[in-house]
């Protein structure tokens, strides 16, 4: 039994990890276990603490209490080139004295590995990552963004690291680059099958790409889930902001379960989930469609249609219902709305799709 | 849109002509001096002759002045641009309390008038007993070079990602492979520009080493010296020879930061 055990020890585990700086806990108190040859992504704004919490794990600053085990080993104390993990910087961090190859071959140079050995391995690196051989003599000042971010990932996984960390590696790249390495990255952790350890502050990257992704804010996971669990049932507002565009609307719940719409007066009715009292309602813009007039979905608002945004493929449209409501509403592009703008309209939608949050909960 | 108009690209043609003329006008005077036959400065200058240039080299103390003034600029620089890397690092990179004074306290002495700097280490020197000479010199250099040294060299840092320092140490380098393949190369050519000011200005420097080399003598001493009391066109033979060496320096110091240049570029 010892065995099966063995192999289910998840290969990272925090217990109870702080940072403190200056008495104010920019990760605070986090358990977390992370499986083996998982891709696993925290996600979080800015000051949320996950790049302070990443710094801790490759060894770069160590936590003020709170134990992380690697493999069951605790590492507190190992510093980072004692490690067997190792990151992809947010600069990326390529050494611009080298060549593209010198930087692949750095960890192995550190170690004392053969040249020709080494050279192979670069080689092999570049073929993995679509780098062309030739670009083993290039200056890394002279690569792309996008060729500069392989070289950097190539560079990591020359160190052949038990756990590869990435702090935003993508953040500084074009939109439809981002794009594309995303899924890359997601089969370079299908080739390798090693533990990915991600940072991001996109909800929508971490995803494209992971197996569970973990939502910080204010030093804590607010939700740790697989990618479906976090868009589906996101169990705060602040989760459910974060995917994207939502509407929010403030309701109160009433006794007999149904809420009623502080601004306009409306009555709706929200998942049971709620108790009674002030609760946020979010309604995601492709839960809301057009309909013909009340009945055709559980709940309707009536307003007027003030623009329309085209987004590829697909459409969205603001309604304003009243002059202080104003909604999202997202149709696939063949779905378009033929009336005029500023006519009536009726929008509705199921309850079942939309999500009700206690306020005053921590977010 | 960036593209001068022609009257005034006329007028910026005659103002830089202007400027490199009055700066390099007495510098062609002083070269035209030294190949004077006469013994005496006459413009315009009746009859050439390189004879004074023979008499330089043939002379033992100019050769004398020549070795002190090299070894002393040589070792200056040496030991500056060691001091001046981690000053710079320190400067530039970690942060630290009473950083920002160090960093002011440390450029003083940049800003003191180097003939009063120079009474101060001479008083100094006598105070702790040293007896003024070419190593005494160095160590006055020192205190004016360093801080020169470090601003340049910490010019570089400034611009040195810390990011590669922990990528090269999460990649498994120790502190010591950290610096070595990583810091040092990166921060070279602002170590190589610190060398070459702090030579450049301690073979250069008169004030300091008036007050401090005692019986010792550098060519500019020399200079000074043969101008108030003997002069000959050795004089401005010596500061030719003495502004041919400097050019020297600093046109290694342009091919080697060309070079450099070029190997960061992926050609060589």
């Given at each position: 039994m010892v065995t099966t055990e063995a192999a289910a020890q998840p290969i990272l585990q925090l217990r109870a990890i702080e940072k403190v700086f200056d008495q104010f806990a920019?990760?605070?108190r986090i358990t977390l276990d992370i499986q083996e040859g998982e891709f696993f992504t925290i996600v979080g704004p800015s000051g949320s603490g996950k790049t302070t919490m990443v710094r801790m794990l490759v060894g770069m600053d160590k936590p003020t209490r709170g134990d992380i085990l690697l493999r069951g080993r605790?590492?507190?104390?190992?510093?980072a080139n004692r490690r067997p993990t190792c990151m992809v910087f947010q600069s990326l961090a390529l050494f611009p004295h080298r060549t593209v190859g010198q930087n692949i071959e750095f960890p192995l140079k550190i170690r004392g590995v053969d040249p020709a050995l080494r050279k192979k391995r670069a080689l092999e690196l570049l073929a993995q990552l679509r780098l062309p051989d030739h670009y083993y003599n290039k200056a890394v000042t002279q690569c792309s963004g996008g060729e500069r971010q392989r070289v950097a990932l190539a560079r990591a996984l020359a160190f052949d690291p038990e756990i590869l960390f990435f702090?935003?590696?993508?953040?500084?790249?074009d939109y439809k680059l981002r794009k594309v390495l995303e899924k890359e990255l997601k089969d370079i952790h299908r080739q390798t099958g090693k533990t990915f350890v991600y940072i991001t502050h996109s909800l929508e990257e971490a995803m494209v790409m992971s197996d569970r992704i973990g939502v910080m804010n204010r030093g804590r996971f607010v939700q740790v889930g697989t990618p479906n669990e976090i868009y589906?049932?996101?169990?705060t507002r602040f989760v459910s902001e974060f995917m994207g565009e939502v509407n929010i609307l403030d309701v109160t719940v009433g006794p007999d379960g149904t809420a009623t719409d502080d601004v306009t007066g409306a009555r709706y009715l929200v998942p049971a989930s709620a108790g009674a009292g002030p609760c946020s309602l979010v309604i995601r813009p492709e839960s809301l469609r057009f309909v013909a007039g009340p009945g055709q979905a559980q709940n309707v608002v009536t307003g007027t249609v003030y623009n329309e945004y085209l987004l590829g493929s697909r459409v969205q449209y603001q309604i304003r219902v009243g002059e202080k409501q104003v909604l999202l509403l997202e149709n696939l592009r063949d779905q378009r709305y033929e009336g005029d703008l500023d006519s009536p309209v009726t929008a509705g939608w199921d309850t079942g799709d939309s999500m009700i949050f206690p306020k005053g909960l921590l977010q | 849109m960036n593209e001068i108009r022609r009257p005034a690209r006329w007028l910026y043609g005659t103002l830089i002509a202007l400027v490199l003329l009055f700066v390099y006008l007495p510098m062609m005077t002083l070269v035209m001096a030294s190949f004077s036959r006469s013994k005496f400065f006459k413009f315009p200058i009746p009859q050439f002759a390189t004879n004074w240039y023979a008499d330089v080299f043939a002379s033992l103390s100019i050769r004398s002045f020549f070795w002190t003034s090299l070894v002393i600029a040589l070792l200056v620089a040496t030991i500056a641009t060691v001091l001046a890397f981690f000053g710079a690092l320190a400067f530039a990179r970690y942060r630290w309390a009473g950083r920002k004074l160090y960093q002011k306290i440390l450029l003083l002495p940049i800003l003191f008038p180097q003939a009063v700097l120079g009474l101060a280490l001479l008083l100094w020197f006598s105070a702790i007993g040293v007896t003024p000479s070419w190593q005494a010199a160095v160590f006055a250099h020192l205190v004016w070079i360093a801080p020169i040294t470090t601003l340049v060299i910490a010019i570089q840092v400034y611009a040195f990602d810390p990011a590669m320092e922990e990528a090269a140490v999460d990649l498994g380098a120790t502190r010591w492979q950290t610096l070595k393949e990583v810091t040092l190369p990166i921060l070279t050519p602002g170590i190589v520009s610190g060398f070459l000011s702090a030579f450049l200005l301690s073979w250069a420097n008169f004030p300091l080493s008036m007050f401090s080399t005692g019986a010792d003598q550098t060519i500019p001493e020399w200079i000074s010296a043969k101008i108030q009391s003997g002069y000959t066109p050795q004089v401005p033979a010596v500061g030719t020879l003495t502004m041919l060496a400097a050019v020297i320096v600093m046109a290694l110091g342009g091919f080697a930061a060309w070079l450099h240049a070029r190997r960061r570029a992926g050609l060589a």
């Open positions: 920019a990760v605070d605790r590492i507190n104390d190992v510093p702090d935003e590696p993508l953040s500084a790249l589906g049932s996101p169990t | -």
